[in-house]
Structures are given as C-alpha cells and as structure tokens.
C-alpha cells in the first residue's frame, strides 16, 4: 500500500525536520485541492462552469470556479492557524486570516485555478501555491511583507484536475507527486525523486505570438523548427495544452521546455504569467526535479519582485535548453 500524504509530512517531520505548523498548512492545501476537484469533476452538474461576470485585478473575466475555487482555498488555509496573509491571483491586496482564528508564521501565495480557459471545455486545469517565510510571524501581513524572492520558499507545488488528481509537491528536498484516489479521498504517494532530463526534444509555446516576440526567442524557436537537417540536428515535437499546471506536469514526467517569453506588443510588462504565484513555485519544482527556470536574463527565483501580482518571462524545464535560450538573450 502506498503512503498516504498525512504519513509522508509525518516522516517528514521526524526525518528533516519538517515544521509540523508547515505540515498543517499542506494538509489544508490538500483538503482545498481535493474539494475543488470534486467540484471539477462535477462541472455542469454542480453548476460551476461559464463566467462568474466579474473582473480580476489582472484585467480578466473570472470564470465562476475562478471564484469558487479561491474561496475554498481561501477558506480552508485561514482555517489551518498556520498563516499571516495570503495572496491570490484573484484578489487585488494581501488577504488577512478572519480575527477570531489564529495567525502563524508563514505566507502563502496562490493561483486557486490555472488554466482558466480550458475550465468550460473540460480540459486540464490545476492549483498552484507557493509559502513564504513571514518576516513578522503572526502579525497581519501587509502586500510588502510578500516581496521576497522565491529563493525563500520552503514549501511550492501545485494540484492538476486532469484524468487523475495529482498533487505535486516540494520541500527543497527534491520533488514528489501524490494521486488521490476517489474512493477514499486521500492523496496517496505515487512517485518520489521526479526529475527532469538535461536535454529535451519537446517544446511548450503559444507560437501564435511569434511575431511580438523578442529576437533571441525568435531565432531560438526558428532552430527547433529546422529539424534534423537545421543546427540542433534533430527534430523537436511541440505541445500547447494552455494550463501552465498541465505543461510543467508533462515536463516533470516526459521533459521537455515551457517558455512564456515577455512580447513587444506591451514592453511595460515583462511577461504574462505572475511571479509569486505561478513562476515561482514552478520554479523551485523544476530546480528541485534538477531542471532550470529563468525568466532569459536571470533565474526566476532570483526576481526580487516590487509588486504582488508582478508578471515575468518564464523558461523552465531541461536544463541544457534553459540554458541555450538564456544564453541567446545575454549574446543579444
Ligand atoms: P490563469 O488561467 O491562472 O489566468 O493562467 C493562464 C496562464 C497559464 O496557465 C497558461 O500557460 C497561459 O495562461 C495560457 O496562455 P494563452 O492564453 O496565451 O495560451
Ligand atoms: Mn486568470
Ligand atoms: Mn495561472
Ligand atoms: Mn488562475
């Protein structure tokens, strides 16, 4: 029989150490993950699809499980005394834990649903959380206590509502992957020591942006497209799945790299997805898997972020293919 997630923090907690507080906060990301996947797996019949008809502080119309789900998530890490603030994609500022529950000692950031256009038509979508040392433990934190690199997470991972509800998580020990099993709702340990391949032959773009994007990503992506007979020497195959959960999850399983790169069409951003609630956990997954994530210039995890919805240019996975196309943006 395979470990439970309850059994693996224990061993955990007498084996590194584990904080049993950070233990805690963990378990309610899983009772969290958990009851937004059922809800997926309801979809229409629990009446959680279409628009909520509201805007997030990104400038998106919410989806009603984009609602939901931060509201579980929300909802279920106050509960858990382990927290001084919480931020979500979904909510504008720094989000305090309800007066009468405890504060901790840690933060948390979160993306309560990844993938928010593949919701309606029933395609992979995920949670994603990253935690963050409190600089003040229990006292309520305000958005600046949050701007911190993501070097100093010790806890990321994220959840995917694909055919099976995985839970993938890391500690800075490596990276480990749980499945619940419906039967019984419990997350059961299903794969440890996940890494990622050096070098790769599949690559993750949204190529309908080719045109807006910067030239050592250009000539980076017209060198894969060249195939055998072009300077890589070999064919490359391509995925878009649209859900960053999803693309990081087959790269942790199969290898290959993501990219999101930063677009000409606004310079004032430096990229589509967010720093602390996407990039970040993604990243250290993929360092602890032996990977590499950069933003083209420097490691993400580096990015010492001035605001909380701070966006960024992500390329994670294979470490060889990182390199390569970080190297193409320093030569330029
Ligand atoms: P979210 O649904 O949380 O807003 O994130 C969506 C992100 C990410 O998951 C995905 O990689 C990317 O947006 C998809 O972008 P395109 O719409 O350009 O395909
Ligand atoms: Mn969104
Ligand atoms: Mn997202
Ligand atoms: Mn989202």
Not at 19 to 47: H, M, Q, T, W, Y
Not at 129 to 150: H, N, Q
Request: hydrophobic share 40%; proline share 5%.
């Amino acid at each position: 029989m395979s470990m439970s997630l309850h059994q693996y923090l224990a061993r955990e907690e007498s084996l590194h150490d584990l904080d049993p507080v950070l233990s805690r906060l963990i378990v309610s990301v899983s009772e969290a993950c958990k009851e937004i996947s059922f809800k997926v797996r309801n979809g229409a019949l629990a009446g959680v699809l279409g628009l909520a008809g509201t805007e997030n502080v990104q400038g998106e119309d919410q989806k009603k499980l984009d609602v939901i789900s931060n509201d579980i998530f929300v909802d279920a890490v106050a509960r858990s005394g382990s927290v001084c603030g919480m931020v979500s994609e979904e909510i504008d500022h720094v989000m305090s834990v309800p007066e009468e529950l405890p504060l901790g000692p840690y933060l948390i950031c979160f993306d309560p649903l990844d993938g928010s256009s593949n919701i309606d038509i029933n395609v992979s979508i995920g949670s994603i959380f990253s935690v963050l040392p409190a600089v003040r433990p229990k006292r309520v934190a305000a958005d600046e206590d949050f701007l911190m690199s993501g070097r100093n997470q010790v806890a990321a991972g994220y959840c995917m509502y694909g055919p099976q509800t995985q839970l993938v998580l890391t500690f800075g020990r490596g990276v480990v992957m749980f499945t619940l099993d419906p039967t019984t709702g419990t997350f059961l340990l299903t794969q440890e020591n996940v890494s990622v391949a050096r070098e790769a032959k599949e690559f993750a773009i949204n190529c309908s942006n080719m045109r807006h994007w910067e030239a050592p990503v250009k000539r980076y992506i017209a060198e894969l497209l060249e195939g055998k007979t072009g300077v890589r020497g070999k064919d490359f195959n391509m995925r878009w799945i649209a859900a960053m959960v999803a693309e990081v999850h087959r790269i942790l399983q199969r290898g290959g790299i993501f990219m999101y790169p930063r677009d000409h069409r606004d310079l004032s951003k430096p990229g589509k997805l967010r720093l602390m609630y996407e990039a970040n956990p993604m990243a250290m997954l993929m360092e602890n898997a032996g990977g590499a994530a950069t933003t083209g210039r420097m490691p993400i995890l580096d990015v010492v972020p001035q605001k909380i919805h701070e966006r960024v240019a992500v390329f994670l996975g294979a470490a060889d293919e990182v390199e390569l196309v970080t190297g193409y943006h320093r030569e330029a």
